[in-house]
């Protein structure tokens, strides 16, 4: 509840009694709370949302007092978001994870542009969650909610860009709506953002550092520390194909999106620097990129 407290007031959304003061004051104090596990500093007598009339325009004093909240607010608020993301980033991935899944598309609205705020400032934290929170924004938009699919699509979209600046292991194929994020745990999964479905998964050894997709969308490279491996791969195995694989592993669902590389190789010992260096850091000198249709090259 506090976390999502947090995301109302920095989206403008939390309709608090009293003077802008009061309510940073508040929001500060939600912040120093959560980290010194003190969260019932803040009352929490606030009804989050706008009210609408009966014709479903919104109230005109609703907007009023939206309006009103102060910038001091905001950054109290976000700056809370931030300092419980630090201290305790497992119990944030979570919420939002929980948040992109709630039923309300008000909710999955502010999850989305809470991913943003966190990625921005503890991206190495958020790391090892990466395939949650993905999993997470990609289930945000059902296609069958159609109304509610446009109103998120474009938080979803700013959310997707955010993570493929933030990480080199996270690529988006806007024509395809392919989206491929490698993993802490040598997973590398490509999800298909129309259909709001994980389509694949290619099982590496080691951390993945660095993930791209093809110029047409129909193949994904991914580059693991560990083994130093490079593969080739399928973000979309065709529905034979899934088939077959399903008949190897009838009660495994996991193993159901598993396919294997159709090109690897292992990129010689010599050509990595081995250092204590910190991952993320690592991963910003390793980058692949498509110079056609089917050359990829990896520059570490």
Excluded at 61 to 77: E, I, K, L, Q
Aim: aromatic share 4%; hydrophobic share 45%; charged share 20%.
């Amino acid at each position: 509840m506090v976390i999502r407290r947090l995301v109302g007031i920095m989206l403008r959304i939390t309709e608090d009694q009293g003077e802008d003061g009061g309510r940073a004051d508040r929001a500060e104090a939600l912040g120093r709370g959560a980290v010194l596990g003190r969260a019932a500093l803040v009352p929490s007598s606030s009804a989050p949302g706008t009210r609408r009339s009966s014709d479903g325009r919104a109230n005109k004093a609703s907007d009023a007092r939206m309006g009103s909240v102060s910038f001091a607010v905001v950054g109290a608020a976000k700056s809370g978001l931030q300092r419980i993301s630090a201290l305790d980033m497992p119990v944030v991935s979570a919420t939002l994870c929980s948040m992109l899944c709630d039923p309300s598309v008000d909710e999955r609205w502010r999850a989305l542009h809470a991913v943003g705020v966190v990625v921005q400032a503890h991206a190495a934290l958020l790391h090892e969650h990466l395939e949650a929170v993905t999993s997470a924004i990609v289930g945000s938009l059902s296609p069958k909610r159609a109304t509610e699919r446009r109103r998120l699509v474009g938080a979803a979209g700013t959310c997707v860009r955010v993570l493929e600046r933030s990480y080199a292991c996270v690529s988006f194929h806007a024509e395809t709506q392919t989206l491929a994020v490698g993993c802490t745990n040598g997973r590398c999964v490509a999800f298909d953002l129309r259909t709001n479905t994980r389509t694949s998964v290619l099982d590496m050894h080691g951390l993945v550092a660095a993930v791209a997709i093809s110029p047409l969308g129909n193949l994904v490279a991914s580059f693991a520390l560990g083994s130093r491996e490079l593969c080739v791969w399928d973000p979309q195995p065709s529905a034979l194909a899934m088939f077959a694989k399903s008949l190897f592993w009838p009660t495994d669902a996991e193993a159901h999106g598993s396919v294997a590389p159709t090109k690897s190789m292992t990129i010689p010992d010599g050509f990595l620097v081995h250092s204590d260096v910190p991952v993320l850091s690592v991963m910003r000198t390793i980058k692949l990129s498509w110079t056609g249709d089917s050359t990829v090259l990896l520059q570490i």
